[in-house]
């Protein structure tokens, strides 16, 4: 079945650091690979998107390309915020009315 | 984005009350609808599958009696926790798919006394 792997946090990083998430999936098909972010005491909101092999999804400054050949969505950014502090989902969606399977989430604490 | 809202978003009950949650796509029709539960400090499990007109489908370990799902339009799904324990606090989390992609609701963190 489908699956998810993502590292575990936390990670901590000072502020304007670079970040890179690792996440790497299996999957039967063609799947959209997905992130999405938790805020403290919040739903899910949806990060960024990639539908296809070689699309790179970014949305405030977060970016994360659909890698097929090492079947990778890995999500970076430049210089992180405190503001971005929060848990992030790698999630991926095989289509067809089917589930949406989630990794274990990433906690994400940038320091000032 | 097409949106979803869930109420109530926080509920507190006490234990061996039922408790109702409901799931509405605002701005299209959804004749699948999923639920999804989050322990602390972990990932979404999906609970079961609601399809408009018909039964539900749960996963595995997930008692039907318990939670019941009830999918009676194409824009509204409701999910009963029936006599809630301590063990069902939780927050629970539905989406909407448009038959392209799935839209989460807000969520609501439910607290069994």
């Known amino acids: 079945g489908d699956s998810v792997t993502q590292m575990e946090g936390p990670v901590t990083l000072s502020e304007e650091a670079f970040l890179t998430i690792n996440c790497t999936y299996t999957?039967?098909?063609?799947?959209?690979l997905f992130w999405y972010v938790q805020y403290p005491g919040e739903g899910l909101q949806l990060l960024l998107k990639?539908?296809?092999?070689?699309d790179k999804g970014s949305n405030k400054g977060f970016e994360a390309t659909y890698r097929k050949e090492t079947t990778s969505f890995h999500l970076e950014k430049g210089s992180v915020q405190v503001s971005d502090s929060a848990v992030y989902f790698c999630?991926?969606?095989?289509?067809?009315?089917?589930?949406?399977?989630f990794g274990i989430g990433t906690k994400l604490q940038v320091i000032p | 984005g097409a949106v979803v809202s869930q109420h109530p978003s926080r509920v507190i009950c006490k234990s061996g009350t039922s408790v109702k949650i409901e799931c509405r796509s605002l701005?299209?029709?959804?004749?699948?609808m999923f639920w999804y539960r989050q322990f602390p400090k972990q990932s979404l499990m999906l609970m079961a599958t609601?399809?408009?007109?018909?039964?539900?489908?749960?996963e595995q370990g997930v008692e039907k009696d318990k939670f019941l799902i009830n999918h009676a339009s194409l824009t509204l799904s409701t999910l009963t926790v029936t006599s809630a324990h301590p063990e069902d606090s939780s927050f629970y989390i539905c989406?909407?798919?448009?038959?392209?992609?799935?839209?989460f609701g807000p969520g609501t963190r439910l607290t069994v006394l």
């Open positions: 999957a039967t098909g063609y799947p959209s």
């Open positions: 999630a991926l969606h095989s289509g067809g009315y089917q589930k949406v399977t």
């Open positions: 990639a539908t296809k092999a070689d």
């Open positions: 609601s399809n408009e007109g018909s039964k539900a489908t749960y």
């Open positions: 989406s909407a798919e448009d038959g392209n992609e799935q839209f």
């Open positions: 701005d299209f029709q959804a004749t699948t």
